[in-house]
């Protein structure tokens, strides 16, 4: 089966998240809110095989997210389920069709690809984690006891 050409991380959000935030102004929310004390973790999802699961691209994730403060990653694999697999299957034809094959096979079987298929990469992820020392480091970290007992507002209309 031929390789996929590496794409840029920049083209693979562009392709598959066009209508959402830049994963750079994400991280600047994650930090602004770290810093204000809450405990924020960030979610790689979905990975996408053959195009955002390379080692170096999960790394700069997590690199990312550890400069932002985030307190913890976590990470899953595509999830194709009917009506969003159609979907998908279109665009990755369209803009990487050397790809279509082999997610073709991947998901023949269900939405979700196989346990085994998904823990070493999620073993990867949680390495990285540990490596980069992905952990809370919030300065003043907000927790339950410093907020005020909730009130009751009314509603004027």
């Known amino acids: ?6 794409p840029s991380p920049e ?9 959402t935030a830049h994963p750079r102004q994400r991280l600047r929310a994650l930090k602004e809110l770290v810093d204000a004390g809450i405990k924020v973790g960030v979610g790689m999802a979905p990975i996408l095989p053959g195009l955002s699961d390379r080692p170096e691209l999960l790394a700069d994730v997590v690199r990312a997210a550890r400069e932002a403060g985030a307190t913890g990653v976590w990470s899953n694999l595509l999830f194709l389920r009917s009506g969003t697999r159609e979907h998908f299957l279109d665009c990755l034809e369209r803009d990487w069709p050397e790809l279509l094959p082999r997610y073709e096979q991947l998901y023949a079987k269900g939405a979700y690809l196989p346990a085994d298929a998904q823990k070493p990469l999620k073993q990867v992820v949680a390495e990285l984690a540990r490596e980069h020392g992905i952990r809370d480091r919030r300065r003043n970290p907000l927790d339950g006891q410093e907020l005020a007992e909730p009130e009751q507002l009314l509603l004027a209309v």
């Open 1 to 6: 089966m031929p390789r996929c050409r590496s």
């Open 11 to 19: 083209e693979i959000w562009r392709r598959t998240e066009p209508s």
